[in-house]
């Protein structure tokens, strides 16, 4: 452990700031709380958001589990968790269930999160009607007047286009019946999760200087149209060449012979199903 | 490492004000206010809130009999006091309650724009327990949930005027004398069972 640094990098007054903002933005779901963002040894853009989180709730008691694209060892999330390790000491874990925090890029976790954990997302661009309107600004403008109808047409640009929703990740999301938000890009496939969640979800936009929240049990729907309901990607025919699952969110691997496997993406779980699986065998 | 308990205990009470915040009605026990060096004309928990969220960056008003609790505050967390409609933390301490509705009504609401700006309101009471006076609905709630202040009715009437237009408004935290803590944050419904 670094002692050069002060317990979870900041100083107490950066760690005031940002505790302040994440309080706003729980009280009012969904909103975008500004914050000054601080520099970090991590650039920009590369998960400065979450990390800030992060190291403002954690303490000496708390477990850490981080994960980008679903896996605990790529290195967005190594580099992460070594850098939180380095300066708090804590434990860390690649277990789900046994995090009381979870940083994560892209995704989350297949197993249920509870009331006692946290889940916090890194997000790269935190505002939803940014590629429909660029002014900050009028965006803010547009938040407190509840004028949504960017966002419904820009879906509907798609479906004029490809004849579908064709959002892969980051598909927006309404909260509370009130603020649009994005998910951050986490897929379709994991929309749904958040949606009467037991956990608290902090997101974090490093570069773009906004965190906003979705306390648990709050109602989160992704916008649709009645005669084009959201639809999550589907899975339900494929199981993991790994540990067997179906049923989960799955990377598709085409192999040199151009035949297609299948693998749960969130690494963990399936390294927890293929445990499973040799002692019901044994 | 500087292993240094205030920075703990602030984590701690931090993560504590936080569960309560995002699960409306969950009284959260700040043990920490136990150990702290206590020379102050408020609670303990009051005083940890205060080292836990203001400094420069940030104004406080306090009602309080204490004429010198101003210039504690200050001294403690270099936050500068300021008239209730400016200011974003606002402290009330216990006997100073028939204060309450008028506080509540000119604290600070934000804007549609920037509605983060409403006050955080602290409020000091004998005890918080989880007794069915009021029934709590909204986001960070399951189903209801069950919170009880000895404070007469008025200020839910003030608050509800106040958080009339979301995502204007106040969020409130109750103190109380044996360290626990609980939280409605403005978008908490509250009725009053009979």
């Avoid at chain 1, 009331?115 to 660029?134: A, C, H, K, M």
Wanted: hydrophobic share 35%; charged share 30%.
């Amino acid at each position: 452990m670094h002692d050069k640094y002060n317990f979870a990098f900041f100083d107490e007054g950066s760690k005031k700031e940002i505790r302040r903002t994440i309080l706003k933005a729980v009280a009012i779901p969904g909103y975008q709380v500004p914050f000054a963002s601080r520099e970090m040894p991590v650039a920009r853009g590369w998960g400065t958001g979450g990390l800030q989180i992060t190291l403002v709730c954690i303490g000496q008691d708390d477990i850490l589990k981080v994960i980008d694209q679903g896996s605990d060892e790529s290195v967005n999330a190594v580099s992460i968790k070594k850098f939180i390790k380095a300066t708090t000491g804590i434990k860390e874990t690649i277990d789900t269930e046994e995090a009381t925090i979870i940083q994560s890029r892209h995704r989350i976790p297949e197993e249920k999160l509870r009331e006692d954990q946290i889940l916090v997302l890194q997000v790269p661009t935190p505002e939803p009607l940014r590629n429909f309107e660029p002014s900050e600004a009028r965006t803010k403008e547009l938040h407190a007047n509840q004028d949504y109808t960017g966002a419904w047409l820009m879906l509907f640009e798609q479906i004029m286009k490809y004849g579908n929703i064709s959002t892969g990740a980051d598909h927006t999301v309404r909260v509370n019946d009130r603020y649009i938000a994005v998910p951050s890009p986490i897929p379709k496939f994991d929309n749904p999760k958040m949606d009467n969640s037991q956990c608290l979800i902090l997101l974090g936009a490093g570069r773009e200087k906004k965190i906003h929240a979705i306390p648990p049990y709050t109602k989160v729907k992704s916008i649709d149209f009645e005669d084009m309901p959201f639809k999550v990607e589907d899975f339900s025919d494929k199981v993991c060449h790994e540990c067997g699952s179906s049923g989960v969110f799955m990377d598709e691997i085409i192999n040199r012979d151009g035949s297609t496997i299948y693998k749960c993406n969130d690494t963990s779980f399936c390294l927890k199903q293929k445990e499973r699986g040799r002692l019901n065998e044994r | 490492m500087k292993d240094n308990i205030l920075i703990m205990s602030m984590q701690k009470v931090f993560r504590k004000l936080l569960k309560s915040m995002s699960q409306p009605g969950v009284i959260s026990c700040v043990g920490e206010a136990e150990n702290i060096d206590y020379n102050f004309n408020c609670l303990p928990v009051s005083m940890l809130l205060m080292s836990a969220l203001l400094d420069a960056e940030v104004k406080f008003y306090v009602e309080s009999n204490e004429n010198d609790l101003k210039e504690q505050i200050s001294r403690l967390t270099y936050s500068t006091y300021e008239k209730i409609s400016e200011a974003d933390y606002i402290f009330v301490c216990m006997d100073n309650h028939e204060q309450l509705r008028r506080i509540i009504s000119e604290a600070k609401r934000g804007t549609l724009s920037d509605p983060h700006e409403g006050a955080t309101i602290i409020i000091e009471v004998e005890n918080i327990s989880s007794d069915e006076t009021l029934i709590l609905t909204g986001p960070g709630i399951k189903e209801k949930a069950y919170l009880s202040v000895p404070l007469s009715s008025s200020w839910i009437e003030a608050r509800n005027d106040a958080n009339k237009e979301f995502p204007m408004g106040v969020d409130i935290i109750f103190a109380d004398r044996n360290n626990n803590m609980a939280a409605l944050p403005r978008t908490t419904k509250i009725e009053r069972r009979n």
